[in-house]
């Protein structure tokens, strides 16, 4: 049994290129997710170190200030859509499946299709550098300084069509999760039996499902804009920049929360495993979900206050952002009444969660001081603001997303990452992290704004920025160590059992790797954590290792080309807008071919039988 | 054992980064280090934001130590063994949710009674300064990257380098001729953003003679680092000279060249002090008489007009002439910091500034032609006599 489990995951017989092309198991598309988002993480990391190295000393001149625009530029565009989203969407589309009970997602196709548009979409905006015109604009993208006016050359044009196809992504993403959370789950799974990552990345789906589409309709005016002379955002021809502003963050906002919501999931299930006791307050951690998700919609100008929308604008967007503090106090407390009581066991994954609450209360609290609206006056746009945001990102978002990933790689490749480097690897990213930004909150109340190439020596950021760049060499180290842990565990290859952690949730009682099938069985639900409930039934503390099936008679859908297809007709089509202008009529050749290649797709896609490839079980 | 070691040095972490903003806030770091901080306030609005901004902060560190000692204590005080029997299964508690949600409304409201004041404080200029006369008026426009202030009360222009008198409320009226930019100065009011199509106001009132840095705060382009200001917060006296000087600025024709030649008068209550403003006294025109038969000064002055310089800089104050879209430049010769306001205003510095300017702030819009070193000298002569 066990030489065959081995067989089963041995990481290299995972198929040829041409299957992982045109694969659409959740699970390998998820492998792919993660893959793809980590290389844009390093890529993110690396600008960012560049960027720290310009800012150790005052009047620095190692890279230039257009290259430095757009260093933060794509660094910002770079860790949240290329790096923290499809990081989470890394999650979703493994554990998804695995944690309702369901043998796949609702559209497998689809899912393929937006795995490949994000990559595609990521390659065209880091192909920008290449060009020597790598998006400056910030990526908040600020008009009139993001119109063809003040950013003549094509930068802009590749974050804003870069952007365009990343949302189809999320878009097509957010679809198929929100079906197949509602529609896909075990026999008795209720709403309010679903685990917390399930609940999350449900309310995160539909923040992406409501906001993404603001972003599009942003993006299409200003591509309109560059491209085709219109003025929606000049004041030139009648427009206002303030409505870029509007809906920007209106977008931008709850975007900040499809961010974190994961995490928070992530941690949900977390913390329970590793303190042997359920979620604290398991319906308040739902609706406080909800409810954060339902507030994110109405701050949006809060990150207005400088433009003087006027005392009673200011006074609503304060209170309703002080508001989101009380579901995330709740959610905070609830986490630690979980430890509470508990048989703790300090494993990687669980450290990399604690340090997440102890991060995102720091994180949480900078962000309540910056709805004060006449303090955020003082804090906005300097490092102050910077230091906030990455200690929700980077210390709430990546730390959960490390937690998840040291907890569920046994899961994922059927192997134990290293506990000792692991241990290394927090304590190293916690001490990085923190040297890194805690600087950049004096740095900021000291008066030293964010997206300057440089400044000035004399008004004493000198001591602040070289401990923040010190510290962020130290972070970058820590990932290394991290990429020497999945190197370690890859070599080493030594399986994995099905239920290292003694978990509560369904995906532990499949092999690890799973099967293609997921479940032999199908399973029927009739508790909140049916693991535990199964295990204390049986009066074990882990299932015994699960059998593995032939899957005979279980039909899943065959791989296609046709997702990949259209992935790339998207991306064609899009390319089209940006060289439109050097040819005479209004939409270029390679627009027509771009939207010929996704029709065709489409349509060979519509008509391609759902099992016309798939494996015989 | 080490597991021991290792969970105390979680808990001195955030202790120590907690000494390390009480040792700041407290102000054992030497706040002349920092002309720039918003820990300083200088001003009326300032210290408004200020005590809102403590009262903030002492309750976030507050609720820090409170929950972070909680979270340090729960991982500390429940460490367990693998083989330790399970812990009681508890699901949640009605009462300790509602407190927990409860509590936290509460902190919050205490937050926000002072918030939505000092909103509706800070949100009107006062409609009288607290030495009793009307606000000042200035026109603030932004540029890319450069701050241009007109007083529209007293018929002057000036860039880079704001004077205002101290006591006095300045009554702020923005906008931009480009892009977005965001007017600050950190020790006297928060950042307000300046659009193309819409004015924005701001107000402070400075309590401090002495110069002040300001920036540009809002993300504006390849010089957005480079888009720097000071304000010169001058006593009311200083404040009338340097208005009169200005005014004088109109004796001069419009290449600069001066129109008639009354008697030169240095001014001998000049003050170099902080930022080396140097401020006349009575109205004069402000060529000194050394400077006036230096032949490398004439020669400077022919350059101003024959290179360009002059299509898009007036050195007249006054009035300043439609199309002039360089800063204006009266006042060069002793303006503290020149290029955007972050480069010290020596004479090497303006050497360099005029022969390369895309070498000393790439990107910037300033065109020059080529010239020898000996012109550039010579143009640097001539502005160092626009005092």
């Given at each position: 049994?066990?030489?065959?489990?081995?067989?089963?995951?041995?990481?290299?017989?995972?198929?040829?290129?041409?299957?992982?092309?045109?694969?659409?198991?959740?699970k390998?598309?998820?492998?792919?997710?993660?893959?793809?988002?980590?290389?844009?993480?390093?890529?993110?990391?690396?600008?960012?170190?560049?960027?720290?190295?310009?800012?150790?000393?005052?009047?620095?001149?190692?890279?230039?200030?257009?290259?430095?625009?757009?260093?933060?530029?794509?660094?910002?565009?770079?860790?949240?859509?290329?790096?923290?989203?499809?990081?989470?969407?890394?999650?979703?589309?493994?554990?998804?499946?695995?944690?309702?009970?369901?043998?796949?997602?609702?559209?497998?196709?689809?899912?393929?299709?937006?795995?490949?548009?994000?990559?595609?979409?990521?390659?065209f905006?880091?192909?920008?550098?290449?060009?020597?015109?790598?998006?400056?604009?910030?990526?908040?993208?600020?008009?009139?300084?993001?119109?063809?006016?003040?950013?003549?050359?094509?930068?802009?044009?590749?974050?804003?069509?870069?952007?365009?196809?990343?949302g189809?992504?999320?878009?097509?993403?957010?679809?198929?999760?929100?079906?197949?959370?509602?529609?896909?789950?075990?026999?008795?799974?209720?709403?309010?039996?679903?685990?917390?990552?399930?609940?999350t990345?449900?309310?995160?789906?539909?923040?992406?499902?409501?906001?993404?589409?603001?972003?599009?309709?942003?993006?299409?005016?200003?591509?309109?804009?560059?491209?085709?002379?219109?003025?929606?955002?000049?004041?030139?021809?009648?427009?206002?920049?303030?409505?870029?502003?509007?809906?920007f963050?209106?977008?931008?906002?709850?975007?900040?929360?499809?961010?974190?919501?994961?995490?928070?999931?992530?941690?949900?299930?977390?913390?329970?495993?590793?303190?042997?006791?359920?979620?604290?307050?398991?319906?308040?951690?739902?609706?406080?979900?909800?409810?954060?998700?339902?507030?994110?919609?109405?701050?949006?100008?809060?990150?207005?206050?400088?433009t003087?929308?006027?005392?009673?604008?200011d006074?609503?967007?304060?209170?309703?952002?002080?508001?989101?503090?009380?579901?995330?106090?709740?959610?905070?407390?609830?986490?630690?009444?979980?430890?509470?009581?508990?048989?703790?066991?300090?494993?990687?994954?669980?450290?990399?969660?604690?340090?997440?609450?102890?991060?995102?209360?720091?994180?949480?609290?900078?962000?309540?001081?910056?709805?004060?609206?006449?303090a955020?006056?003082?804090?906005?746009?300097?490092?102050?603001?910077?230091?906030?945001?990455?200690?929700?990102?980077f210390?709430?978002?990546?730390?959960?997303?490390?937690?998840?990933?040291?907890?569920?790689?046994?899961?994922?490749?059927?192997t134990?990452?290293?506990?000792?480097?692991?241990?290394w690897?927090?304590?190293?990213?916690?001490?990085?992290?923190?040297?890194?930004?805690?600087?950049?909150?004096?740095?900021?109340?000291?008066?030293?704004?964010?997206r300057?190439?440089?400044?000035?020596?004399?008004?004493?950021?000198?001591?602040?920025?070289?401990?923040?760049?010190?510290?962020?060499?130290?972070?970058?180290?820590?990932?290394?160590?991290?990429?020497?842990?999945?190197?370690?565990?890859?070599?080493?290859?030594?399986?994995?059992?099905?239920?290292?952690?003694?978990?509560?949730?369904?995906?532990?009682?499949?092999?690890?790797?799973?099967?293609?099938?997921?479940?032999?069985?199908?399973?029927?639900?009739?508790?909140?954590?049916?693991?535990?409930?199964?295990?204390?039934?049986?009066?074990?503390?882990?299932?015994?290792?699960?059998?593995?099936?032939?899957?005979?008679?279980?039909?899943?859908?065959?791989?296609?080309?046709?997702?990949?297809?259209?992935?790339?007709?998207?991306?064609?089509f899009?390319?089209?807008?940006?060289?439109?202008?050097?040819?005479?009529?209004?939409?270029?050749?390679?627009?027509?071919?771009?939207?010929?290649?996704?029709?065709?797709?489409?349509?060979?896609?519509?008509?391609?039988?759902?099992?016309?490839?798939?494996?015989?079980? | 054992?080490?597991?021991?070691?290792?969970?105390?040095?979680?808990?001195?972490?955030?202790?120590?980064?907690?000494?390390?903003?009480?040792?700041?806030?407290?102000?054992c770091?030497?706040?002349?280090?920092?002309?720039?901080?918003t820990?300083?306030?200088?001003?009326?609005?300032?210290?408004?934001?200020?005590?809102?901004?403590?009262?903030?902060?002492?309750?976030?560190?507050?609720?820090?130590?409170?929950?972070?000692?909680?979270?340090?204590?729960?991982?500390?005080?429940?460490?367990?063994?693998?083989?330790?029997?399970?812990?009681?299964?508890?699901?949640?508690?009605?009462?300790v949710?509602?407190?927990w949600?409860?509590?936290?409304?509460?902190?919050?409201?205490?937050?926000?009674v002072?918030?939505?004041?000092?909103?509706?404080?800070?949100?009107?200029?006062?409609?009288?300064?607290?030495?009793?006369?009307?606000?000042?008026?200035?026109?603030?426009?932004?540029?890319?990257?450069?701050?241009?202030?007109?007083?529209?009360?007293?018929?002057?222009?000036?860039?880079?380098?704001?004077?205002?008198?101290?006591?006095?409320?300045?009554?702020?009226?923005?906008?931009?001729?480009?892009?977005l930019?965001?007017?600050?100065?950190?020790?006297?009011?928060?950042?307000?953003?300046?659009?193309?199509?819409?004015?924005?106001?701001?107000?402070?009132?400075?309590?401090?003679?002495?110069?002040?840095?300001?920036?540009?705060?809002?993300?504006?382009?390849?010089?957005?680092?480079?888009?720097?200001?000071?304000?010169?917060?001058?006593?009311?006296?200083?404040?009338?000279?340097?208005?009169?000087?200005?005014?004088?600025?109109?004796?001069?024709?419009?290449?600069?060249?001066?129109?008639?030649?009354?008697?030169?008068?240095?001014?001998?209550?000049?003050?170099?002090?902080?930022?080396?403003?140097?401020?006349?006294?009575?109205?004069?025109?402000?060529?000194?008489?050394?400077?006036?038969?230096?032949?490398?000064?004439?020669?400077?002055?022919?350059?101003?007009?024959?290179?360009?310089?002059?299509?898009?800089?007036?050195l007249?104050?006054?009035?300043?002439?439609?199309?002039m879209i360089?800063?204006?430049?009266?006042?060069?010769?002793?303006?503290?910091?020149i290029?955007?306001?972050?480069?010290?205003n020596?004479?090497?510095?303006?050497?360099?500034?005029?022969k390369?300017?895309?070498?000393?702030?790439s990107?910037?819009?300033?065109?020059?032609?080529?010239?020898?070193?000996?012109?550039?000298?010579?143009?640097?002569?001539?502005?160092?006599?626009?005092?």
């Amino acid at each position: 049994m066990a030489t065959s489990v081995l067989e089963q995951t041995h990481v290299a017989k995972r198929g040829t290129l041409a299957s992982w092309l045109t694969t659409v198991d959740h699970k390998k598309i998820g492998i792919l997710y993660g893959a793809s988002a980590f290389l844009f993480f390093l890529i993110g990391g690396i600008e960012a170190l560049i960027i720290r190295t310009q800012l150790a000393r005052p009047d620095a001149t190692l890279v230039s200030p257009e290259f430095y625009n757009q260093l933060f530029t794509m660094h910002g565009t770079t860790m949240i859509f290329l790096g923290v989203m499809p990081l989470s969407a890394m999650f979703f589309n493994f554990f998804i499946p695995l944690l309702i009970g369901a043998r796949d997602v609702a559209f497998p196709r689809l899912n393929a299709m937006s795995l490949w548009v994000f990559i595609l979409g990521g390659l065209f905006m880091n192909f920008s550098f290449l060009m020597n015109a790598a998006p400056n604009g910030g990526w908040f993208g600020y008009a009139p300084l993001s119109s063809r006016q003040y950013s003549p050359g094509l930068n802009m044009d590749f974050w804003v069509i870069g952007l365009q196809i990343l949302g189809i992504a999320s878009l097509a993403a957010g679809v198929n999760f929100f079906t197949t959370i509602l529609n896909m789950r075990a026999r008795g799974m209720t709403l309010m039996r679903m685990p917390m990552f399930v609940w999350t990345t449900l309310i995160t789906q539909i923040l992406v499902l409501l906001s993404f589409p603001v972003i599009t309709v942003a993006l299409i005016l200003l591509m309109v804009d560059r491209t085709f002379g219109a003025s929606f955002f000049s004041v030139g021809g009648g427009g206002d920049p303030m409505l870029w502003q509007h809906l920007f963050w209106v977008f931008g906002h709850p975007e900040v929360y499809i961010l974190i919501l994961p995490a928070f999931g992530i941690i949900s299930e977390i913390l329970p495993v590793f303190s042997r006791k359920p979620l604290f307050g398991y319906s308040a951690m739902v609706f406080s979900s909800a409810f954060i998700a339902f507030l994110g919609f109405g701050v949006w100008s809060h990150h207005m206050f400088s433009t003087g929308m006027g005392p009673l604008a200011d006074t609503f967007f304060s209170l309703a952002t002080m508001l989101i503090a009380i579901p995330t106090g709740v959610k905070i407390f609830n986490w630690i009444g979980t430890l509470w009581g508990g048989s703790l066991q300090f494993k990687t994954p669980m450290l990399f969660a604690l340090g997440f609450i102890a991060m995102f209360i720091t994180g949480g609290l900078s962000g309540v001081m910056h709805s004060v609206a006449p303090a955020d006056l003082q804090q906005t746009d300097t490092y102050f603001v910077v230091a906030h945001f990455h200690y929700v990102l980077f210390g709430g978002s990546i730390f959960a997303l490390t937690a998840g990933a040291y907890y569920w790689w046994p899961k994922m490749f059927g192997t134990m990452l290293n506990e000792t480097i692991g241990k290394w690897h927090f304590w190293l990213m916690l001490a990085g992290f923190n040297l890194t930004f805690f600087p950049m909150h004096f740095a900021g109340l000291l008066g030293m704004p964010r997206r300057i190439y440089t400044y000035p020596a004399g008004l004493g950021f000198e001591l602040f920025n070289m401990m923040a760049t010190v510290g962020a060499f130290l972070l970058a180290f820590s990932i290394l160590v991290f990429m020497y842990n999945m190197w370690v565990t890859v070599r080493r290859n030594v399986p994995a059992p099905a239920d290292p952690w003694g978990g509560a949730t369904l995906e532990w009682t499949i092999p690890s790797p799973p099967q293609e099938w997921n479940f032999t069985v199908e399973p029927v639900v009739a508790e909140r954590d049916p693991v535990w409930a199964m295990k204390r039934a049986a009066g074990v503390r882990t299932l015994p290792e699960p059998t593995l099936d032939s899957g005979k008679g279980i039909h899943l859908p065959g791989p296609s080309w046709w997702p990949l297809v259209v992935a790339v007709g998207i991306l064609v089509f899009f390319i089209g807008f940006m060289v439109k202008h050097s040819y005479a009529f209004p939409f270029g050749p390679i627009t027509i071919v771009g939207f010929l290649l996704t029709a065709v797709g489409i349509f060979k896609w519509a008509y391609e039988a759902p099992d016309a490839n798939a494996p015989k079980h | 054992m080490i597991r021991h070691l290792r969970i105390s040095s979680r808990r001195h972490l955030p202790l120590l980064l907690l000494g390390l903003v009480a040792v700041t806030l407290t102000g054992c770091l030497d706040a002349s280090q920092y002309p720039q901080s918003t820990l300083t306030p200088k001003g009326d609005y300032a210290e408004m934001v200020d005590k809102l901004f403590r009262t903030t902060l002492w309750l976030a560190t507050l609720v820090f130590i409170i929950v972070e000692a909680g979270l340090l204590w729960a991982i500390f005080k429940f460490r367990g063994k693998p083989d330790d029997p399970e812990p009681k299964q508890v699901h949640g508690s009605t009462t300790v949710e509602i407190i927990w949600t409860v509590i936290p409304a509460l902190v919050l409201a205490v937050v926000a009674v002072p918030t939505v004041q000092t909103i509706f404080e800070t949100a009107k200029v006062p409609a009288a300064s607290p030495d009793g006369q009307a606000p000042l008026r200035v026109d603030v426009v932004g540029h890319q990257w450069w701050w241009e202030f007109r007083y529209p009360e007293l018929g002057i222009t000036t860039a880079n380098q704001l004077h205002v008198p101290v006591g006095r409320t300045v009554d702020l009226r923005m906008k931009t001729v480009d892009v977005l930019h965001s007017f600050w100065i950190p020790q006297f009011a928060g950042k307000r953003d300046v659009f193309p199509n819409r004015e924005t106001r701001l107000w402070f009132t400075a309590k401090e003679t002495g110069a002040f840095p300001g920036a540009c705060a809002e993300f504006c382009g390849i010089q957005h680092g480079r888009m720097d200001f000071y304000v010169m917060v001058n006593t009311p006296e200083e404040f009338a000279g340097w208005v009169a000087t200005r005014q004088t600025d109109s004796l001069l024709g419009p290449t600069g060249l001066p129109k008639p030649a009354p008697t030169p008068v240095v001014d001998s209550t000049a003050k170099a002090g902080k930022g080396d403003v140097v401020v006349a006294a009575a109205p004069a025109v402000p060529v000194a008489p050394a400077a006036m038969t230096d032949p490398k000064v004439a020669e400077g002055e022919k350059y101003f007009a024959t290179k360009g310089c002059i299509g898009c800089h007036s050195l007249n104050s006054v009035g300043a002439p439609k199309g002039m879209i360089g800063p204006n430049l009266a006042g060069i010769g002793v303006r503290k910091n020149i290029a955007g306001g972050w480069l010290p205003n020596t004479d090497e510095n303006l050497h360099r500034w005029i022969k390369t300017p895309q070498l000393v702030k790439s990107g910037v819009l300033m065109q020059v032609p080529e010239m020898t070193d000996a012109e550039v000298d010579a143009l640097v002569a001539y502005l160092r006599t626009k005092q």
